[in-house]
């Protein structure tokens, strides 16, 4: 069964720094970009962060270049959010997604239904 799954969400304070991670299962990372998206209460989600591991190239929205890091493991299978410097407005559930490679270089266009396979999300909450 193809399945991703996040963790470690939580509640921290501005400035604060959070590591989510995407376990994946039933394919291999190296074959698909995996995305990172969020939705805030009452908003639209959208695309965050992006990573092809066969080549490691990154993509990224504008809000969070230079405080998010996007990594993976590919002997683990799991695709790391390294979010540094949070801030008020980063507070959304998380979710990753998994879709052909030459979608991730437009994730910040949030292309949601390119998208697949989305885990249930992680509640990141930042206070002020």
């Known amino acids: 069964e193809v399945q991703l799954v996040e963790s470690g969400g939580g509640l921290v304070q501005t400035g604060g720094s959070l590591r989510l991670s995407c376990a994946a299962s039933?394919?291999?990372?190296?074959?698909?970009?995996i995305g990172w998206f969020r939705q805030a209460p009452g908003k639209e989600r959208e695309g965050v962060s992006c990573?092809?591991?066969?080549?490691?190239?990154?993509y990224y929205r504008n809000s969070v270049k230079g405080r998010f890091t996007i990594s993976s493991d590919n002997a683990k299978n799991t695709v790391y959010l390294r979010m540094n410097n949070l801030k008020p407005e980063d507070t959304a559930v998380y979710y990753c997604?998994?879709?052909?490679?030459?979608?991730?270089?437009?994730?910040?266009?949030?292309?949601?239904?390119?998208?697949?396979?989305w885990g249930p999300g992680t509640q990141v909450t930042v206070s002020s």
């Open positions: 990573i092809t591991t066969s080549d490691d190239s990154t």
């Open positions: 039933g394919f291999a990372l190296k074959d698909y970009a």
């Open positions: 997604a998994a879709a052909s490679k030459v979608w991730c270089t437009v994730v910040a266009s949030t292309p949601i239904g390119a998208f697949g396979n």
